[in-house]
């Protein structure tokens, strides 16, 4: 997890008033003069991208309960170390997904050693230390815990990703910078139970945060390459010929020249993923936090590092892929107004889209549960909004990403995927206006002659004209009575700082049992208009969708 000293003072926290209020003044119902035309054509010839089938990913981190920011510690027990491995609302949450990928990991994962019979030290649990990295002392995790920890990831199906401690053995040079080669002495010996003990690690990352000028440390990337293939050799040793695991890094802020010379001092063939974070919404307290999440711009941002990291890739390590190792969205354990809210997936949702078009493979959410990011209430396990968001979007939106060009507002965001389950295609919505409604007409580009009439925007540019007399599928569903599925998300009350959020009107809560509650969509014909209310999210399901890319 980042951490950054705050950009304003405990006084600043007033401030979200400003924003909040007008905010909760929009009218009840919006008229149907007040909904705007948009059009969006999908371009089904073929994916522009693709994400892995476990795209959609959430983290566990390291943080005890003296972690504060702000003055309010929101970790609790929450921590590898202490979490109640045993609620069985854990566990139904993580099985819903089938499977949810778990990154083990963050901000103090360098400071972790593991209690094996050489470790040469009493194995002791964080604690608050001046001038130690992040203010804690180095912490131990027991073979038992570690033993528990894979119980609930066997019986959930989980798919695991563990982050290594990449700092063990090297010396501080100078302030905030590390040199000297890793010691994996350590890290080897787990490694070696882990494996004796079968446990299923899809794959190991190797260190968090440590890439270019670092958070707290930083290592050089010519040492970082060279340890790098120390761990692959390690990997080899123990695996044999059976599937062995990935090999992920660095877990850190993008910075173009580190990552490159990372991928050419490894070589091909070592590293499979480049992991980087996102923390692109300001600081916790930051009371700018909710208008970022509706400015169209500014989320679009992030687009240049999604697309830097795609050809810092393509150019200097094919063999590798971007993943999104870890992004809260607001840095300093997130922040208590917005990032457990309802408001907090049109930030998420786009997150997951934008990334997904630079063929991002992963995509891992700060956090499962701890801090005020959690997917999870950190002391009732029970569900936040963005919960639902990320189990949606697991659920409908395949790993086949497609093109799509949208004419009308920036306000509404749009991306368009391979359907995950009944095939066809899964378009989600995202409406950041505060008052204006969209009227949204799906088009088959097979279709369309883009010849007259009013302007397109193609994903990163406008095309002029297009001609809206044709039907969206082509030759099937022209009977009219084919139909589309529709998921419409929104806040309850109207509020978009709710915790609770309603799909088709109904309020997503746990049943008696503590189950997740069934996600049924509306049925609606394909013939009609989308609408989607201002400050909603839509997911729409075409099965019957003629995209000849999907069909692959």
Same mark, same amino acid.
């Given at each position: 997890?980042?951490?950054?000293?705050? &950009?304003?003072?405990?006084?600043?926290?007033?401030?979200?008033?400003?924003?909040? &209020?007008?905010?909760?003044?929009?009218?009840?119902?919006?008229?149907?003069?007040?909904?705007?035309?948009?059009?969006?054509? /999908?371009?089904?010839?073929?994916?522009?991208? !693709?994400?892995?089938?476990?795209?959609?990913?959430?983290?566990?981190?390291?943080?005890?309960?003296?972690?504060?920011?702000?003055?309010?510690?929101?970790?609790?027990?929450?921590?590898?170390?202490?979490?109640?491995?045993?609620?069985?609302?854990?566990?139904?949450?993580? $099985?819903?997904?089938?499977?949810?990928?778990?990154?083990?990991?963050?901000?103090?994962?360098?400071?972790?050693?593991?209690?094996?019979?050489?470790? #040469?030290?009493?194995?002791?649990?964080?604690?608050?230390?001046?001038?130690?990295?992040?203010?804690?002392?180095?912490?131990?995790?027991?073979?038992?815990?570690?033993?528990?920890?894979?119980?609930?990831?066997?019986?959930?199906?989980?798919?695991?990703?563990?982050?290594?401690?990449?700092?063990?053995?090297? $010396?501080?040079?100078?302030?905030?910078?590390?040199?000297?080669?890793?010691?994996?002495?350590?890290?080897?010996?787990?490694?070696?139970?882990?494996?004796?003990?079968?446990?299923?690690?899809?794959?190991?990352?190797?260190?968090?945060?440590?890439? #270019?000028?670092?958070?707290?440390?930083?290592?050089?990337?010519?040492?970082?390459?060279?340890?790098?293939?120390?761990?692959?050799?390690?990997?080899?040793?123990?695996?044999?010929?059976?599937?062995?695991?990935?090999?992920?890094?660095?877990?850190?802020?993008?910075?173009?020249?580190?990552?490159?010379?990372?991928?050419?001092?490894?070589?091909?063939?070592?590293?499979?993923?480049?992991?980087?974070?996102?923390?692109?919404?300001?600081?916790?307290?930051?009371?700018?936090?909710?208008?970022?999440?509706?400015?169209?711009?500014?989320?679009?941002?992030?687009?240049?590092?999604?697309?830097?990291? $795609?050809?810092?890739?393509?150019?200097?390590?094919?063999? !590798?892929?971007?993943?999104?190792?870890?992004?809260?969205?607001?840095?300093?354990?997130? !922040?208590?107004?917005?990032?457990?809210?309802?408001?907090?997936?049109?930030?998420?949702?786009?997150?997951?889209?934008?990334?997904?078009?630079?063929?991002?493979?992963?995509?891992?959410? $700060?956090?499962?549960?701890?801090?005020?990011?959690?997917?999870?209430?950190?002391?009732?396990?029970?569900?936040?909004?963005?919960?639902?968001?990320? &189990?949606?979007?697991?659920?409908? *939106?395949?790993?086949?990403?497609? !093109?799509?060009?949208?004419?009308?507002?920036?306000?509404?965001?749009?991306?368009?995927?391979?359907?995950?389950?009944?095939?066809?295609?899964?378009?989600?919505?995202?409406?950041?206006?505060?008052?204006?409604?969209?009227?949204?007409?799906?088009?088959?580009?097979?279709?369309?002659?883009?010849?007259?009439?009013?302007?397109?925007?193609?994903?990163?540019?406008?095309?002029?004209?297009?001609?809206?007399?044709?039907?969206?599928?082509?030759?099937?569903?022209?009977?009219?009575?084919?139909?589309?599925?529709?998921?419409?998300?929104?806040?309850?009350?109207?509020?978009?700082?709710?915790?609770? *959020?309603? &799909?088709?009107?109904?309020?997503?809560?746990?049943?008696?049992?503590?189950?997740?509650?069934?996600?049924?969509?509306?049925?609606?014909?394909?013939?009609?208009?989308?609408?989607?209310?201002?400050?909603?999210?839509?997911?729409? /399901?075409?099965?019957?969708?003629?995209?000849?890319?999907?069909?692959?």
């Amino acid at each position: 997890m980042r951490t950054k000293p705050p &950009l304003f003072g405990s006084g600043s926290m007033s401030l979200w008033f400003i924003f909040i &209020l007008p905010l909760l003044c929009l009218p009840a119902r919006v008229r149907p003069e007040d909904y705007s035309d948009v059009t969006v054509i /999908v371009r089904g010839s073929e994916t522009i991208a !693709s994400t892995s089938d476990a795209f959609v990913c959430a983290t566990i981190d390291w943080w005890p309960p003296e972690k504060c920011n702000y003055d309010q510690c929101p970790w609790g027990k929450a921590s590898v170390l202490n979490l109640d491995l045993t609620n069985p609302l854990l566990a139904k949450a993580i $099985q819903a997904f089938n499977p949810l990928r778990i990154r083990v990991g963050g901000s103090l994962q360098d400071q972790v050693v593991y209690g094996t019979p050489n470790l #040469g030290s009493p194995c002791d649990p964080f604690t608050k230390v001046s001038g130690g990295l992040f203010g804690f002392s180095q912490g131990c995790i027991t073979l038992e815990r570690w033993d528990a920890i894979n119980d609930l990831f066997l019986n959930t199906g989980a798919v695991i990703t563990f982050g290594l401690n990449a700092l063990q053995g090297r $010396q501080q040079i100078r302030r905030g910078v590390w040199g000297g080669p890793w010691n994996s002495s350590n890290a080897r010996e787990f490694m070696e139970y882990t494996v004796s003990k079968d446990y299923p690690i899809d794959s190991w990352e190797f260190g968090n945060e440590l890439s #270019g000028s670092g958070i707290g440390a930083s290592v050089g990337a010519e040492q970082y390459g060279k340890d790098l293939v120390e761990l692959q050799t390690i990997i080899n040793e123990f695996y044999g010929d059976s599937r062995k695991p990935l090999v992920v890094a660095p877990g850190g802020f993008y910075d173009q020249k580190w990552f490159a010379e990372l991928l050419e001092v490894s070589g091909p063939n070592v590293l499979n993923a480049m992991t980087h974070h996102i923390y692109n919404l300001g600081a916790g307290n930051d009371p700018q936090v909710p208008n970022r999440i509706l400015n169209p711009q500014y989320l679009s941002r992030t687009s240049d590092t999604f697309r830097g990291i $795609q050809l810092t890739i393509q150019r200097h390590g094919p063999w !590798s892929a971007p993943w999104v190792g870890e992004a809260g969205g607001a840095y300093n354990s997130g !922040s208590r107004l917005v990032s457990n809210t309802f408001l907090n997936s049109f930030w998420y949702l786009d997150q997951l889209g934008q990334s997904a078009k630079y063929d991002t493979k992963v995509y891992c959410r $700060q956090t499962l549960i701890g801090g005020n990011y959690g997917l999870l209430d950190t002391d009732t396990f029970v569900p936040n909004p963005d919960y639902y968001s990320a &189990l949606l979007w697991h659920r409908l *939106m395949g790993t086949g990403v497609l !093109s799509t060009d949208i004419s009308g507002s920036s306000y509404l965001r749009a991306y368009v995927h391979c359907g995950k389950q009944k095939g066809g295609v899964a378009l989600l919505l995202l409406n950041l206006h505060r008052s204006m409604g969209f009227m949204v007409s799906f088009r088959n580009d097979l279709n369309v002659n883009l010849a007259e009439g009013q302007g397109i925007r193609r994903d990163n540019f406008f095309v002029h004209g297009l001609k809206r007399t044709v039907s969206w599928v082509g030759s099937k569903a022209s009977d009219g009575y084919s139909k589309r599925e529709e998921y419409h998300l929104s806040a309850k009350d109207g509020n978009p700082f709710a915790r609770t *959020m309603l &799909l088709n009107g109904v309020p997503l809560e746990l049943t008696e049992d503590g189950d997740i509650p069934p996600l049924y969509p509306v049925e609606v014909s394909v013939n009609s208009p989308i609408y989607v209310a201002p400050l909603t999210i839509a997911f729409v /399901v075409f099965p019957d969708f003629e995209a000849e890319a999907c069909g692959r």
